[in-house]
């Protein structure tokens, strides 16, 4: 006797066989899991798995002749107190992050003042604008680490012949210059990023109060402190948190052009981190630092916001 199935008529007129899940059904649910499940999953394994297993780690000391670790709470937090390398870290990542904001963000102002135009050939200044951030950090930091060789970089050489700087102390091997020339390959880079968010900014005002100013008799430097910077205070924070987020974890520039050095001039936290991690092999210690690291990151950002109330 031939078995007998059961097929049910769905509500677009097609035929399902019941307890067998249907693509196109699931695919047009107004239900959020199906669309909300990929997300999930990537954010679990690249997001709150290493942070797990990062806090994990520092819960253990490593022993460098075993090799082993063994469970040990207080050990590395206790380290951390103590290691005048750490506290050396974390003064040059606040002193680059800041440097750093404040330069892009002023040069970022003021181009996209400057491009903030329809005139012809404008466009295309805008768009070559962005080619500096297609540029992998590595890369960058490979040319800027060339263009100022003490020896042959086509900068150096440049202050030099300008009478501007004395070829006895090349930049990036001197302790007080090191860290400003790994801030150039920053600069250069990044600072586009903040000329499209003040871009947008920008073509976002409304024109009725610059007009009413205009009638009024405000010249443009008036109309830029009263009207276009309290207008444009909202965009500029949310500008500086999300680059000062990315600045404060900064790893590329100074693992190609100095390595941290010369001796520990240019070594910020995540620097150091890898250093431990990758020349010393002690994962718990590095991975506490990245906890740390992570742990001034949101109390700053929390200040912050707390100040300038950010909202979002």
Request: aromatic share 12%.
């Amino acid at each position: 006797m031939a078995e007998r199935m059961e097929i049910s008529i769905a509500g677009d007129g097609s035929m399902r066989r019941p307890g067998r899940l249907n693509l196109r059904h699931i695919l047009s649910s107004e239900h959020p899991l199906p669309w909300l499940f990929p997300v999930t999953a990537v954010l679990i394994a690249f997001g709150v798995y290493p942070l797990l297993y990062a806090l994990w780690l520092s819960l253990h000391k490593r022993n460098p002749v075993t090799r082993l670790s063994v469970f040990d709470p207080d050990w590395n937090w206790v380290k951390i107190l103590g290691d005048e390398r750490v506290w050396n870290a974390i003064g040059n990542t606040y002193l680059y992050t800041g440097i750093a904001i404040f330069v892009e963000l002023v040069l970022g102002l003021a181009i996209a003042l400057l491009l903030d135009s329809d005139r012809k050939g404008y466009g295309v200044l805008r768009a070559l604008m962005t080619l500096p951030l297609v540029v992998p950090p590595a890369v960058t930091g490979m040319m800027f680490l060339l263009m100022l060789d003490g020896s042959f970089g086509v900068l150096s050489r440049t202050l030099y012949a300008l009478g501007l700087w004395s070829p006895a102390y090349p930049i990036l091997a001197t302790s007080s210059t090191a860290l400003f020339g790994i801030l150039l390959a920053d600069i250069w880079q990044w600072t586009p990023f903040m000329v499209l968010i003040m871009m947008a900014g920008l073509r976002a005002l409304p024109k009725e109060p610059f007009e009413a100013a205009a009638i009024d008799g405000a010249s443009a430097t008036q109309a830029f402190f009263r009207l276009t910077l309290p207008m444009l205070s909202r965009i500029i924070a949310l500008a500086v948190l999300i680059r000062g987020v990315d600045l404060f974890r900064i790893y590329d520039y100074i693992k190609v052009m100095t390595e941290g050095g010369p001796g520990t001039a240019t070594e910020t936290l995540t620097a150091y981190a890898g250093t431990i991690y990758f020349k010393n092999a002690d994962f718990p210690y590095a991975s506490t630092i990245a906890l740390l690291t992570l742990i001034l990151l949101l109390i700053t950002s929390a200040m912050f916001i707390k100040i300038f109330k950010v909202r979002f």
